[in-house]
């Protein structure tokens, strides 16, 4: 597994070359901000959706606890029964039954699992890790495929909102290849291989699906993980050294999503990263991004619709 380094500057370095004993307070504070101190040049940043220091407090809220790394690859992510059982137990549902998402054109429902699944899921993720504190949070199974009216299987780029500092996205099966872009690696998967990677952290995609033959699908089980004491588990956390102006500056769980302060950041931190990450990805001649295919209007809310069938 590789250590998390989308920068290539030393932060620390380039401090100790500033000078001034302001600046330099200043930037190692900045050093405990987890994000923040990939960019290659803080002082450049306009801060015009959110003011630096709140933005600072919630990049802490947002990562705190969490293990930063590298997306990476897993053979064989359950024992070859347990697979199978899954694979029967996530494609035996009618998909005109299953909830459709107009956000990505995916079958998508949490389908009842046993829970020996994320138990093995969990145990697995902590190992591979090498943390502890790691539990499952919701699940998810998808179909994608071209339906009777058309729609077309789409991963827009972007970075999770939702809750979910590790996610497991597990190939279950299909009969095509469908890149998965995490960070900077395109993966292809065979079944019972596993994407590990950060949702909340590292942007991702894939590639326009390309195929208008309508008997292509492919299906996918994911499974997001977070801290056990994560900032939008208000009921379970005990907030441990989290400072007291903290837990009354801000509604953790779903009120904290809904505020301004989490909107603003988020649209402060797609200001500051995406372009950064757009370029470095061209760099790297990493499948197309596709940019046409972001959900638009009304279809970013439709996440619930029932009785969409496959085109076949
Ligand atoms: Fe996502």
């Known amino acids: 597994m590789v250590e998390y380094s989308p920068c290539k500057r030393d932060?620390?370095?380039s401090i100790l070359t500033e000078g001034s004993s302001g600046i330099i307070i200043m930037e190692e504070k900045m050093l405990e901000r987890p994000l923040l101190k990939y960019h290659p040049d803080i002082n450049s940043i306009d801060w015009r959706f959110l003011d630096k220091e709140t933005y600072i407090e919630v990049e802490n809220?947002?990562?705190?606890?969490?293990?930063l790394f590298e997306p990476f690859l897993v053979d064989e992510f359950y024992p070859k029964e347990m697979f199978d059982e899954l694979v029967s137990l996530c494609t035996s549902n009618d998909l005109t039954k299953l909830d459709y998402s107009h956000q990505m054109n995916k079958w998508e429902e949490g389908v009842q699992i046993p829970k020996k699944f994320f138990d093995y899921a969990e145990k697995r993720v902590r190992e591979l890790l090498g943390i502890e504190d790691v539990i499952h949070a919701y699940h998810m199974y998808a179909h994608h495929q071209i339906t009777s009216e058309g729609?077309?299987?789409?991963?827009g780029l972007h970075i999770d909102e939702a809750p979910g500092a590790y996610m497991v996205d597990l190939h279950i099966g299909g009969n095509r290849d469908w890149g998965f872009v995490a960070g900077y690696t395109n993966f292809i998967c065979k079944p019972n291989q596993a994407i590990?990677?950060?949702p909340q952290i590292d942007y991702h995609y894939r590639p326009s699906w390309a195929s208008d033959n309508k008997e292509e699908y492919y299906q996918a089980f994911?499974?997001?993980m977070i801290n056990k004491n994560h900032w939008t588990v208000p009921t379970e956390a005990k907030w441990g050294d989290r400072s007291k102006e903290l837990e009354e500056k801000y509604e953790f769980g779903?009120?904290?999503?809904?505020s301004d302060t989490f909107k603003n950041f988020n649209s402060q931190r797609l200001y500051i990263f995406?372009?950064?990450y757009v370029k470095e990805n061209e760099k790297r001649n990493l499948p197309a991004i596709p940019w046409s295919e972001e959900p638009k209007g009304e279809d970013r809310f439709i996440h619930q619709r029932k009785g969409v069938k496959p085109a076949i």
């Open 11 to 13: 932060v620390v370095s």
């Open 61 to 67: 809220i947002l990562t705190k606890g969490v293990k």
């Open 151 to 155: 729609r077309v299987p789409k991963l």
């Open 196 to 198: 590990i990677c950060q």
């Open 222 to 224: 994911f499974m997001h």
């Open 254 to 258: 779903q009120a904290f999503r809904a």
């Open 274 to 276: 995406r372009d950064l």
